[in-house]
């Protein structure tokens, strides 16, 4: 009797906790996964409205895998002129002062055991919202397409004589994805 009690007992228990670890990861690769950033960025503002473009702020989309995030000193190339009493930019200001990033929070978060490269697909001519939705109508970035292993797969699968997915063809095999 008592066997069986600590046996429900574990089982119940490593199902808890796959709950929790599922919930913890679905939370941030849920589409609409909306972090609150330390500033209050509006890309509908700066690449919407005044149409800054994309890589001028992650300019290593097209030559490197990490499409990086813009450093305060850039955004303080306007913000010397612009907004400068504006309290949503002291942040930035005290950031360039003391060199310490600002602590964005990451939108799209891809599990570690996942490898993506940017510069492989803007190279073959694919559009940043294609992934990520239309975000220069985003006054508080979020997360668009959900990055499911499925959803990768669309276009890296092996030749089925589909012009547009066999193009992926090569990469279609896990270690692609998984090295
Ligand atoms: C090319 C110039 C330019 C760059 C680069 C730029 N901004 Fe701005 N930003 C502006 C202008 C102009 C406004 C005012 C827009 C308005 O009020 O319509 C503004 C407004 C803002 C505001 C105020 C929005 C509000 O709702 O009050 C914040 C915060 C901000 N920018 C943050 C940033 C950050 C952070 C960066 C760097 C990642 C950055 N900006 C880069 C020009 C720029
Ligand atoms: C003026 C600078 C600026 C421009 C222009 C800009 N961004 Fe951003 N972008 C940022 C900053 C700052 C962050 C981090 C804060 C946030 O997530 O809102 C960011 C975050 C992002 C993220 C989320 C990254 C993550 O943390 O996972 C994506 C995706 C993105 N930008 C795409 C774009 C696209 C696509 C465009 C062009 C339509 C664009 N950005 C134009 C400054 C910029
Ligand atoms: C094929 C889909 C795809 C395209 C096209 C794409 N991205 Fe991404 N982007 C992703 C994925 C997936 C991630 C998450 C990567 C990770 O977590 O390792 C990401 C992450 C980011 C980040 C966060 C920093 C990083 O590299 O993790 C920024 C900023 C970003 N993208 C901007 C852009 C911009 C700007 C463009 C267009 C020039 C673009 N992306 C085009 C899929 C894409
Ligand atoms: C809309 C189609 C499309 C989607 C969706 C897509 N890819 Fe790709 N991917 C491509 C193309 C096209 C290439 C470049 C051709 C090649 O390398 O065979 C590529 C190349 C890559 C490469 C580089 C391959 C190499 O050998 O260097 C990696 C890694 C990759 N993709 C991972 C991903 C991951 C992870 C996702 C999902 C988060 C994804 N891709 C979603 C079309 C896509
Ligand atoms: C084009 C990229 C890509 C390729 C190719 C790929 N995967 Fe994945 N895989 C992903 C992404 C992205 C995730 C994380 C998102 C998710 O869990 O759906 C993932 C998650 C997984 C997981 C974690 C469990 C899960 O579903 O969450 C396993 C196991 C896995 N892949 C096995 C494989 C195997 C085996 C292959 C080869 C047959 C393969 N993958 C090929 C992108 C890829």
Same mark, same amino acid.
């Given at each position: ?10 089982l119940?228990?490593?199902i ?5 670890v599922v919930?913890?990861?679905k939370?941030?690769?849920?589409v609409?996964?909306? /972090?609150?950033? /330390?500033?209050s960025? &509006?890309?509908?503002?700066h690449?919407?409205?005044m149409?800054?473009? #994309?890589?001028? #702020?992650? &300019?290593t *989309? ?6 990086s995030?813009? &450093? +305060?000193r850039s ?6 002129? =612009?907004e400068?009493?504006?309290p949503?930019?002291?942040l930035?200001?005290? +950031?360039?002062?003391?060199?310490? *990033?600002l602590?964005?929070? &990451? ?5 570690d055991f996942v490898?993506f490269?940017?510069s492989?697909?803007i !190279?073959?001519g694919m559009d940043? *919202?294609?992934c990520?939705g !239309?975000?220069?109508?985003m ?5 668009a397409?959900? =990055?499911s292993?499925?959803? #990768?797969?669309?276009c890296?699968q092996p030749?089925?004589?589909?012009t547009?997915? +066999?193009k992926v063809? +090569?990469s279609s095999?896990?270690s692609?994805?998984?090295?």
């Amino acid at each position: 009797m008592k066997k069986i009690y600590k046996r429900t007992f574990v089982l119940y228990l490593l199902i808890m906790i796959v709950l929790v670890v599922v919930g913890c990861l679905k939370n941030t690769t849920e589409v609409g996964y909306k /972090p609150h950033q /330390p500033v209050s960025f &509006s890309h509908k503002t700066h690449a919407g409205t005044m149409k800054i473009n #994309c890589k001028y #702020c992650h &300019s290593t *989309a097209d030559t490197a895998a990490h499409a990086s995030l813009p &450093s +305060s000193r850039s955004c303080i190339e306007c913000h010397r002129l =612009f907004e400068k009493d504006n309290p949503k930019l002291e942040l930035v200001y005290n +950031s360039t002062e003391t060199g310490a *990033a600002l602590a964005w929070i &990451s939108v799209c978060n891809l599990p570690d055991f996942v490898y993506f490269n940017h510069s492989a697909h803007i !190279k073959n001519g694919m559009d940043c *919202a294609a992934c990520h939705g !239309k975000v220069e109508t985003m006054k508080q970035t979020f997360l668009a397409i959900e =990055f499911s292993m499925a959803w #990768c797969l669309e276009c890296h699968q092996p030749d089925n004589g589909n012009t547009e997915t +066999s193009k992926v063809a +090569s990469s279609s095999n896990c270690s692609t994805c998984h090295r």
